[in-house]
């Protein structure tokens, strides 16, 4: 395993590998402390991750208690992806806007779940990762793993 001391030494590898995979498993844990899974399609802006969801949801109830999600990218079960982040509420109108904008701009239309960015049922999540894996099963040696400092 190489311990990966900047975001910047991975970027790139783990922008190709996530853009390829698009959905990812996200889990989060329940009021009982019991873990619960789902699919999740985050975009990303170098280390930021942005996820649309709604602001009553299952999900939402979770993180309330527990802010953090881990995330499994596995299109390639032998190159998979795996991101522990804290997840925060952005719910300013500007920022709304600029995330539905950016799943435009990547062919996403929100629109089709969401109906407009006014929408009080559209809710987005910003994910800042504490540690990013970018995991090799054929290839132990060349697994990365990077971790925030603090």
């Keep these: 395993m190489q311990h990966i001391a900047t975001f910047a030494e991975i970027e790139e590898e783990f922008l190709q590998r996530i853009g390829s995979m698009v959905y990812c498993r996200a889990a989060t844990i329940d009021s009982q402390q019991r873990p619960r899974s789902r699919v999740l399609h985050p975009i990303w802006e170098g280390q930021t991750g942005w996820v649309t969801t709604g602001p009553t949801t299952a999900k939402a109830k979770q993180l309330a208690n527990?802010?953090?999600?881990?995330?499994?990218?596995?299109?390639?079960?032998?190159?998979?992806?795996?991101?522990?982040?804290?997840?925060?509420?952005?719910?300013?109108?500007?920022?709304?806007?600029?995330?539905?904008?950016?799943?435009?701009?990547?062919?996403?239309?929100?629109?089709?779940?969401?109906?407009?960015?006014?929408?009080?049922?559209?809710?987005?999540?910003?994910?800042?990762?504490?540690?990013?894996?970018?995991?090799?099963?054929?290839?132990?040696?060349?697994?990365?793993?990077?971790?925030?400092?603090?």
């Design 66 to 150: 527990h802010p953090f999600l881990s995330l499994a990218f596995i299109a390639d079960p032998f190159k998979p992806v795996y991101v522990e982040c804290e997840a925060r509420w952005q719910d300013d109108a500007v920022t709304r806007q600029r995330i539905w904008l950016l799943y435009q701009s990547r062919g996403v239309d929100l629109s089709v779940s969401w109906g407009q960015v006014e929408n009080p049922v559209y809710a987005v999540l910003r994910l800042e990762p504490w540690r990013i894996e970018l995991y090799d099963l054929l290839d132990v040696h060349n697994r990365k793993v990077w971790k925030a400092e603090g």
